[in-house]
């Protein structure tokens, strides 16, 4: 129940403070529609396919390879860093919070901004004529899956690499991007060239991806999108380990502050 | 309340603690005093479940204090630390959700910290658009949200000016009378004068002085200060020390320890034939004391 209430409170208070922003709000809604929008017309005009079926296969590569991607894995390293910016951290640790209410109310707070996304997106994609198909539950597993292995590289790259919140970008950048295209967020998997596709095999974005395309746009079951699964749900529980791994470093080292 | 005995802390080889002990009393304002690097943070960080100690025993209302009991301390820190996009109201909420309080108990409790600190009116403005000292009594406030029994404030009235601190202060007061027990740091000594009623003295990691402010301006053997001008230092102070009159320098001036009160004729005619500018005459108060325990002033 401490826990729970924990949790709850530590989420509620990051989705207070993004809803505060609603700037960043709007900004948050703008790049998921407007990738959505350039992939599918992109793989209509580039694969000859109609727009409809573009919109398809465009939708679960935008969720899970890029709008869950800014905002879990940078929004994390955002909410660790503002924390320690303003000294906030040191007020919760004078607090009776766990540790882990903290790692869990970040996590649940990104879910549900990931979950807001996903119906941003998937909305979007059902009105341009996109047909889903697949297990939602399938689908959700592997959205949450993929939210956890972001946060947890959230707190790692958060509590070790980022002092301030200007570090966030070039951190995110500095990782993140070549991560996207080679997991296929901005161009099909299809068309990488051999060693690219060989490469991309050890990219958990490419698995999340290829995972989430596969069910929604093919109807694939677990059977067929298992390797993906197996190989994010080992990515999602390393990460989540290193993140609380990180998380426990960064408060020592902030307690000797 | 508060009972610390034989506290020891360490860093590496560094010895910021050396056998630290303090009784604090049920309802009673504390005043922790002490030159930078003479532990106090390091106290509190201990308090607060910040910093282990190496040895020593820390117990709260008889019991040994740790997770259990730590929720009986409420710390304002030296720094605001809020969450400036959330409003007053709600970064009170978020706290007093931490701390275990039922929906109720929150609404309650965020109105009536709120109300404590005269932010009522300021409820539902984001932190960001306080003013600094709106933005301490909110710091206060969030330590006040769990109803703790012993508070520490860590230099409360830090960087305000006169009226936001006539305000903290005004706060304190009710804190206390309503049997809250405060442990203050500052190094503002005269709101120690004004609030406390023992005060501590904490060099090297021990206090060495302990006492009300009359205790421990006893300690000094003088009655009154008098500093003194003149274009002849020399000569006053060789005669101050045929008559005795222990001297010191308080951030350059000349001033001499009174043994009674006297007439500014009667210190005048100590001294005659030495031109004398001006004289401004004192009583003793706690920076004297405090200035002769912490340092090492020898008479001059």
Redesign the interface.
């Known amino acids: 129940m401490?826990y729970w209430?924990?949790t709850?409170?530590v989420a509620?208070?990051i989705l207070?403070?993004l809803g505060?922003?609603q700037r960043s709000l709007i900004f948050w809604g703008i790049f998921p529609i407007t990738l959505l929008w350039l992939n599918g017309y992109i793989l209509a005009e580039r694969a000859q396919i109609a727009p409809t079926e573009a919109f398809t296969r465009a939708a679960p590569v935008t969720l899970v390879g890029a709008a869950l991607f800014f905002s879990c894995l940078g929004g994390s390293v955002a909410t660790v860093v503002a924390e320690r910016e303003?000294?906030?951290l040191?007020?919760?640790?004078?607090?009776?919070?766990s540790g882990v209410s903290y790692f869990l109310g970040v996590f649940l707070a990104h879910s549900a901004i990931g979950l807001g996304q996903a119906l941003l997106v998937y909305g979007l994609a059902l009105y341009l004529g996109a047909e889903f198909s697949g297990s939602w539950l399938l689908s959700l597993v592997i959205v949450l899956l993929s939210v956890a292995a972001y946060v947890g590289v959230g707190f790692i790259l958060g509590t070790q690499f980022a002092r301030r919140v200007e570090d966030v970008n070039a951190l995110v950048a500095a990782f993140g991007v070549p991560l996207l295209i080679l997991g296929g967020a901005f161009l099909p998997a299809a068309l990488f060239p051999p060693n690219l596709l060989d490469l991309a095999q050890w990219n958990p974005v490419f698995h999340m991806t290829e995972a989430l395309l596969q069910v929604n746009a093919d109807d694939a079951g677990l059977d067929q999108v298992g390797d993906h699964v197996t190989f994010l749900s080992w990515f999602a529980l390393a990460m989540t380990g290193g993140g609380w791994l990180a998380y426990l470093r960064m408060i020592q080292q902030e307690?000797r502050l | 309340m508060l009972k610390i005995t034989h506290l020891v802390k360490n860093f590496g080889s560094r010895a910021v603690l050396q056998g630290l002990n303090l009784d604090l009393q049920p309802g009673e304002v504390y005043g922790l005093l002490g030159p930078n690097g003479a532990g106090k943070t390091t106290l509190i960080?201990i308090l607060?479940?910040?910093?282990q100690a190496d040895r020593g025993t820390l117990t709260l209302n008889g019991n040994a204090l740790g997770?259990a009991n730590?929720?009986l301390i409420g710390?304002a820190?030296q720094?605001n630390?809020?969450?400036?996009?959330?409003t007053c109201a709600?970064n009170l909420d978020?706290?007093a959700?931490?701390?275990?309080l039922n929906r109720t108990e929150r609404r309650n409790q965020v109105a009536q910290c709120l109300a404590q600190v005269n932010l009522t009116d300021r409820a539902h403005s984001?932190v960001e658009s306080l003013s600094g000292g709106m933005q301490r009594r909110l710091n206060m406030a969030?330590a006040l949200v769990h109803q703790p029994k012993l508070v520490i404030l860590d230099e409360p009235t830090t960087g305000l000016d006169i009226e936001a601190r006539y305000e903290l202060w005004e706060l304190i007061r009710q804190l206390q009378q309503s049997g809250v027990t405060i442990l203050l740091t500052t190094h503002l000594l005269d709101e120690v004068e004004r609030l406390c009623g023992r005060i501590g003295i904490l060099k090297a990691g021990q206090i060495i002085v302990e006492g009300s402010l009359g205790d421990l301006c006893q300690r000094i053997n003088a009655v009154e200060v008098a500093t003194i001008k003149s274009s002849a230092e020399d000569q006053l102070l060789a005669r101050a020390q045929v008559l005795g009159f222990t001297s010191r320098r308080y951030g350059g001036e000349l001033a001499l320890w009174l043994p009674q009160v006297w007439t500014l004729t009667e210190i005048l005619n100590c001294f005659p034939g030495i031109p004398i500018e001006s004289i401004t005459r004192q009583p003793v108060r706690l920076e004297h004391v405090y200035l002769e325990i912490t340092t090492a002033s020898e008479g001059l």
């Open positions: 401490k209430r924990e709850l409170a509620g208070r207070r403070e505060r922003r303003q000294a906030t040191k007020r919760l640790f004078i607090s009776p919070l307690r | 960080n607060c479940g910040l910093l997770s730590r929720g710390v820190p720094e630390l809020l969450y400036r996009s959330l709600e978020f706290f959700q931490i701390y275990g984001p969030v």
